[in-house]
């Protein structure tokens, strides 16, 4: 998905002669890029340190919490500012 949005503004940029654009970082982005390295570091020390290589079934739980914990916090940013 990523790849083909990339290779879409390659040829848009391309066609409209447009050498940069800047954009901006909000804080409803960035609180969703720390929460997904977040997870990813949960999910790694959870099936490795914890696991012996596998997920229990009860890190769903631990997964949710983190999802529920990201959506308020994007919406308390969001709002905020």
Known sequence: MLVGLGLGF???????KVK????QL???????????ILNG????WAGVMEGKGNLAPKFAYVGG???LAYVVTAVTV???T
């Open 26 to 36: 909000s804080g409803a982005i960035l609180c969703g890029f720390l929460f997904l």
């Open 65 to 67: 919490a983190l999802y």
């Open 41 to 44: 570091v949960v999910i790694l």
């Open 20 to 23: 940069f654009l800047e954009v």
């Open 78 to 80: 969001a709002f905020k």
């Open 10 to 16: 390659s040829i848009y940029f391309g066609k409209e």
